[in-house]
């Protein structure tokens, strides 16, 4: 077994990751989905000594535009596009974007990823929810004009106090194939902004199981330790370790550090 950085956060130090924020105390009885939660806005975060994002935000308080770099240079930026306040397209970095459809119960249905300005090809994410709204399955393709083909399906299992507690990915095109998430612990109480913790360029990336947008945002707590177990023909191949460290106040994450090297993440608000 072999400890490793498993967030995506870490991707920052190659790509500046990006982050959006959550909205004012005084604004909080239009905005906040649930009313235990009073997010502050955040300024910036910090990578370690390697970088720092900043964030702008509309007037309605959602976030409007991020960058990130260090040095004096620029190297991620998002424009977040919304109908209302619900999110309905990100643009990364003028390359990319990113289009979100939801649920009548306003949960995210979809989210499609492609350059920018064009139809195909691209990636899609498809999500299904248990009665409970927490994430049942979701499923990964990959589409062009001529087809879309579906490349795995990833299922969650929840434990008595409905905490996912195992994610499993099945390859479709090798069924031979598995990748199982073990999830051991959460942290206190916390509002999650899920942006932090995604690749910034692609919506399909390591451990995108974990660390996509659909999934964070049904979350109230972060995981502890995470094992991801690769599988082939239901032998083990590998087996890769991460754990954590959450510094929280008033449910308001102000550091992550991953343990198995202290790499340390700071929030200021």
Request: aromatic share 14%.
């Amino acid at each position: 077994m072999k400890t490793i950085f498993t967030l995506p956060a870490v991707l920052f130090l190659i790509s500046s990751l990006t982050f959006t924020s959550c909205q004012e105390d005084d604004n909080s009885d239009e905005i906040i989905i649930d009313p235990v939660f009073a997010p502050k806005l955040v300024k910036s975060i910090k990578w370690g000594n390697s970088g720092e994002e900043t964030y702008t935000y509309n007037p309605d308080s959602t976030v409007k535009a991020t960058i990130a770099g260090g040095a004096g240079t620029t190297t991620m930026t998002r424009e977040f596009k919304y109908t209302g306040k619900r999110l309905t397209q990100v643009i990364k970095s003028d390359m990319m974007e990113e289009n979100y459809q939801y649920t009548p119960q306003g949960q995210v249905s979809s989210i499609t990823e492609k350059l920018v300005g064009t139809t195909y090809p691209g990636t899609r994410l498809e999500f299904v929810y248990n009665a409970d709204l927490s994430l049942k399955q979701m499923k990964y393709f990959e589409f062009d004009d001529l087809r879309s083909v579906l490349k795995s399906v990833t299922t969650y299992e929840y434990d008595g106090q409905k905490r996912a507690k195992k994610i499993e990915t099945q390859s479709e095109t090798n069924p031979n194939s598995k990748v199982i998430f073990d999830i051991e612990g959460y942290s206190e109480e916390l509002f999650v902004n899920p942006w932090p913790l995604i690749d910034p360029w692609h919506l399909v990336a390591k451990d995108f199981q974990i660390y996509n947008f659909a999934f964070l945002n049904t979350l109230r707590h972060l995981p502890l330790k995470v094992t991801k177990t690769l599988m082939y023909n239901n032998t083990v191949q590998e087996t890769e370790t991460e754990t954590f460290t959450y510094e929280i106040k008033d449910y308001q994450l102000q550091s992550l550090k991953f343990n198995s090297n202290n790499f340390l993440v700071t929030y200021i608000y």
